[in-house]
């Protein structure tokens, strides 16, 4: 007599984390018991989605070809007149060593034109290595959902780096992170339904100033940054980057309401120290130490000042960790820093003299001849906004402020961004200013991030 074959039992499966750990999990929707005793995320007992590269049916993948770019977008983002500070602790302050020097004049361009190993056009965009390092337990992705994470990659994580790579933290750490917090995913899809509503006319059927609304309100029931480990203390940095990018996306006023969250939420957790270790830490205090100190001349003549003198170095951080990654690109992250380095001392030096005094003209027309080195559509050169928009403003020749004009439209219809669309109007205004008024006291009026 054949022996029967047991009736085939499948296997009860718990959530992503209670397996990890090899613990039996309680199935408890939405959190399981084990989960929330240890207060993590909860998986729960959906999907799971593991990132690769390209694409198959149910798996998403952040990577494309020829995504769209530029347009002239009208908009704006609501105005939340609501101040939302963090808990303060203590402070924290680490000295970084920026080791290349950006005081001298640049080598002869040989490495800006062309891709590298790395770029997009010879690589995909996203890396199997980093994405499968973040597994991550969601339930099934709504497709509108999975299409505005998709646009994010393709048309904001880009504009965010001087080098659209592999290593982007913008598509591989932040899209996987949206996928298990709800607060930093509503982040991102504001972000990109701001964009996108531009685009197409504000037709999307879903609302971007909701999907905003609801992120603020995360960061609003998440003020208290020493109740929460440090997963959750993360989520909040995400967030507030993330918005922050929105608001350059927009051209909204809600800036200065952003940049004292990020600020406060930095004393709450002690200074940089307290953004914890790891890809996701490192690449927080990079962005931060960016963003703050391009924000502080918009913010205040005086925050301005402040923040370059003590930041400036800091604030090459991107620089030298891609240039580390990028070594057949040298020059080209060189004459980023140069840039900037210039852009800075204009700054400086514009607020020391006031308004009556005469800056040196061949200091505007070496700025000028350095960004001719950047050829069209060259690397990097989309992310010279700043600089450029300094310089401008102290542009007193036509031809300077032409050709400053023009390559601040061209990057305008590249990302239709509409923070470019409110500097140019800045610059109309500075260009106009009477003679006793001194033109970084007007870089705050607009309450505009200019990036």
């Not at 505005?148 to 932040?174: C, E």
């Not at 951080?317 to 020059?331: K, M």
């Not at 036509?398 to 140019?424: I, M, T, V, W």
């Amino acid at each position: 007599m054949p022996r029967q074959k047991r009736r085939y039992v499948p296997k009860v499966k718990g959530c992503y984390e209670c397996s990890q750990r090899r613990i039996h999990c309680d199935r408890v929707q939405p959190c399981c018991g084990k989960c929330a005793s240890r207060g993590i995320p909860c998986s729960g007992l959906g999907v799971r989605y593991r990132f690769r590269d390209g694409g198959s049916p149910g798996k998403i993948a952040w990577q494309e070809e020829n995504s769209p770019q530029g347009g002239k977008w009208p908009g704006d983002l609501p105005q939340h007149k609501c101040s939302l500070s963090f808990v303060r602790g203590g402070s924290f302050e680490e000295q970084y060593d920026w080791t290349s020097n950006v005081a001298n004049d640049p080598a002869e361009p040989n490495a800006l034109v062309g891709p590298g190993p790395d770029s997009p056009e010879t690589s995909s965009i996203g890396s199997p290595e980093a994405m499968t390092a973040h597994p991550l337990s969601v339930d099934l992705v709504d497709p509108s959902n999975e299409f505005l994470l998709t646009y994010f990659s393709h048309n904001i994580a880009p504009q965010m780096v001087v080098m659209d790579d592999k290593y982007n933290g913008w598509r591989y750490l932040i899209l996987p992170f949206a996928l298990s917090d709800k607060m930093v995913m509503d982040a991102v899809l504001a972000v990109s339904a701001f964009h996108l509503s531009h685009k197409s006319g504000g037709t999307l059927p879903v609302r971007p100033d909701k999907l905003y609304a609801k992120a603020i309100l995360g960061l609003q029931n998440r003020s208290s940054l020493d109740e929460y480990d440090m997963l959750t203390r993360q989520s909040i940095f995400v967030a507030i980057i993330t918005l922050l990018v929105g608001v350059m996306v927009n051209g909204s006023s809600d800036f200065p309401i952003l940049f004292h969250m990020l600020q406060s939420a930095l004393d709450a957790v002690g200074g940089e120290g307290g953004l914890g270790n790891g890809d996701m830490a490192n690449f927080l205090l990079r962005q931060i130490r960016k963003f703050r100190v391009y924000a502080a001349p918009l913010l205040s003549e005086e925050a301005g000042v402040r923040s370059i003198v003590a930041h400036a170095q800091e604030s090459f951080d991107c620089l030298h960790y891609n240039g580390n990654l990028h070594p057949d690109h040298a020059l080209t992250f060189y004459l980023n820093a140069y840039l900037r380095q210039q852009a800075y001392d204009i700054y400086l030096k514009r607020t020391t003299m006031g308004p009556h005094g005469t800056l040196d003209p061949d200091k505007i027309e070496k700025f000028k001849e350095t960004l001719g080195m950047f050829p069209e559509g060259s690397i990097g050169e989309h992310s010279l906004v700043w600089p450029t928009f300094i310089a401008a403003s102290e542009s007193l020749k036509d031809e300077h402020r032409l050709y400053f004009k023009q390559f601040l439209e061209k990057q305008y219809h590249r990302n239709g961004f509409l923070n470019l669309q409110q500097a140019l109007k800045l610059l109309d205004k500075i260009w106009a200013r009477s003679s006793y008024t001194n033109w970084p006291a007007l870089l705050p009026e607009p309450r505009v991030f200019i990036m």
